[in-house]
């Protein structure tokens, strides 16, 4: 059987993600094995300073980088209303003037798919869930092997993607995947059906399933 394909377009610190799982969970138990998951990396924050206010930048970088995590704590508080999960942004600190960038996050994932096809979704899932339920600095590479070896991922196998070049590799397909597609809000999903495919922004189950059975039909 031909199968939906529903890639979502993400980035592994994305409350936002989060806050969907309830629908993901709950397509993946109504349609079953007529529908694929995928997720591409799209690297939400390259550099902080791209969000930073000119009141932040002004100040000296450790001040002003834990001002805007402040800020962006705010915002993930704001965003469980959309799903209804627990978000904790107790003492948030994922970026510091030694970590600009949710670019480790992004490559720990293509490093889980290379290591481990297999569980790298639940992967992902698990330091999703370190970042905004933990609220660990999961742009530490320290903190990115303790959810490698929750999840059971070879850790050699884990550290030689994340550092040879080709999680990178992997990482810059996913990134030009997007930019083709002109994809510049997340998360972004991509069904697709046969020869048929679009785009769509949601955190509506009945939106997902309305695509589904308009592709399908």
């Not at 660990?136 to 059971?152: A, S, Y």
Request: with cysteine; charged share 25%; proline share 4%.
């Amino acid at each position: 059987m031909k199968k939906v394909i529903l890639t979502t377009f993400t980035d592994p610190m994305m409350g936002l993600s989060y806050e969907s799982e309830p629908i993901m969970d709950r397509l993946q138990k109504e349609y079953g094995n007529i529908i694929e998951f995928r997720n591409v990396m799209a690297l939400l924050v390259r550099d902080v300073s791209d969000f930073m206010t000119p009141e932040e930048l002004a100040m000296k970088p450790e001040e002003g980088i834990s001002l805007y995590c402040q800020r962006l704590a705010r915002i993930y508080k704001s965003e469980e209303s959309i799903g209804g999960l627990p978000i904790n942004m107790d003492g948030f600190c994922l970026f510091d003037k030694d970590y600009l960038s949710s670019k480790p996050l992004n490559l720990a994932y293509k490093a889980a798919q290379l290591a481990d096809p297999e569980k790298a979704d639940i992967f992902l899932v698990a330091l999703r869930h370190a970042t905004v339920i933990d609220c660990l600095p999961t742009t530490h590479f320290d903190i990115i092997m303790r959810v490698v070896r929750e999840t059971g991922i070879d850790e050699k196998s884990f550290t030689l993607h994340y550092q040879d070049g080709s999680a990178e590799a992997a990482l810059n397909e996913d990134l030009a995947f997007a930019h083709r597609l002109g994809i510049h809000s997340l998360p972004t999903y991509l069904i697709q059906y046969k020869d048929k495919a679009f785009l769509m922004q949601s955190f509506d189950y009945q939106d997902f399933a309305a695509a589904i059975t308009k592709l399908t039909k």
